[in-house]
C-alpha cells in the first residue's frame, strides 16, 4: 500500500475515534427515562423522602470514585436527597435484572421508589440537578 | 472496599495511554504499508504491475500467506506490536515499577498540581491486561499468515487507548462488568 494511503487512513481513523469519543461524552450526560417500580433491590432504609440517587459501581470502575464524591456533594446539598451506592462486582444476576451494561450508572429515584431515569457513564453535575428538579417538581437544591 | 489498595493518580494511566497509542498509530502505519497488506499479482511477479492493465486479470494474492515465519516475526509492525505487547504484559504484573508509569512519576507529576483524588490501581490494571489480550491476537494473526490482522488487531487497541488518554473512558474496565455479568470473571466470593 502507498505511504500517502496509510497515512490517510490513520488520519481518518483518529477522527473518527476522536468524534466517537467527543458523541459517546455528551451522550453520558442524557439520561433515559424510565418508569420502572422493581425496587426490592434497594432497601427502603436508603431512600431519601424527596429522592434518592442510587450509583452503581464495580471493583473495577475507574471513574466510580469521581461520581460518588460529585453524588455525595449533591445529595448533601439538596434537601431529603440521599444517595445510595450498589457494588455490583459480584451481584451478576442484579446487573442483568436492571439491565446495566456500563459502571458508573445512576438511578434517579422518586419519592415514591420508582426509577425516574437513569444515566450510564459519567454526568455532568447540572445533568444531574435538572433530573433531580424534576422529580422532585420543586427546586430545592442549593 | 476494605481491602482496597493505595490509590493512584488517575492522571499517570492517561499518560500511558497516550504514548501507546501513538505507538499503536506507528504500528497501524508500518502494517499498512508492510508485510501485513502487501500484495503481489500471483502470476507473474511484483514486475508485472502494469498501470492500464485492469486488476481483474491478475488474481492478487496476499506476500505475508507464503512468507516464511521469520519474515512474518522481522516484520516492523510485527517487532513494535511486539514491545507494545510485552509493555502492557509488565504494566499487568507489577503497575508500579512499568516504565509509562516510572515516567510519568519522575518526569510529568511534579509539574502538576497535586491530584484532586486518587483511583483504585486495579481497573487500570485490568484494562492492560485487556490491551495484552488485544495485541497477543494481532501477534498470533500475523504468525499463522492472516493478512490484516495485525493491523486491525492495533486499531482497536489504539481505540480503546485513545478513548482513555483522551476522554479518560476506560474501555476494558467498562468491559469487566460484561463479563462479570457472563461469569466470566468476579465470580469468586468477595474477599
Redesign the interface.
Known sequence: ???W???L??VV??AM??I???A??RRESHPRRTKTTDLEWLAADVRGPNATLVQFS??????C??VR?MLGELAEVTDGVTLAEV????Q?EL??RLH????PTVFVVDATGAVRSRFAG?PRRDAITAELDRVIGEPTHA | ?PD?PAGID?RG?RFGAAITSLLL?VV??LG??GLS??TSTAAFGWFAYQPLSSHAFFPTAFVIAAAPVGARILDPAFLLLLVIALLFLWGVLSPRTAPWGVLYRKAVQPRLKPPT????P???R??QGVGLLVSVVGLLLQLAGVPWGLPIAA?AA??AA??NA?????LG??M???L????LV??R??A
Open positions: 500500500m502507498p505511504p494511503i496509510a497515512v487512513i490513520v481513523l483518529v475515534t476522536a466517537t469519543g467527543w459517546l461524552r464495580t471493583q473495577m470502575c475507574a471513574r470514585p469521581h464524591r457494588d455490583l462486582t459480584h451478576s446487573a442483568k446495566i451494561l456500563q459502571t459519567v | 472496599m482496597a488517575p494511566p498509530l497501524i502505519l499498512l504499508t497488506t502487501a483524588e486518587l483511583e483504585d486495579r481497573p487500570p485490568f484494562a486499531v489504539f481505540v485513545f478513548l483522551v476522554f479518560g473512558f476506560c474496565c467498562q469487566y462488568l460484561l462479570a455479568r457472563w461469569g468476579g465470580r466470593a468477595a
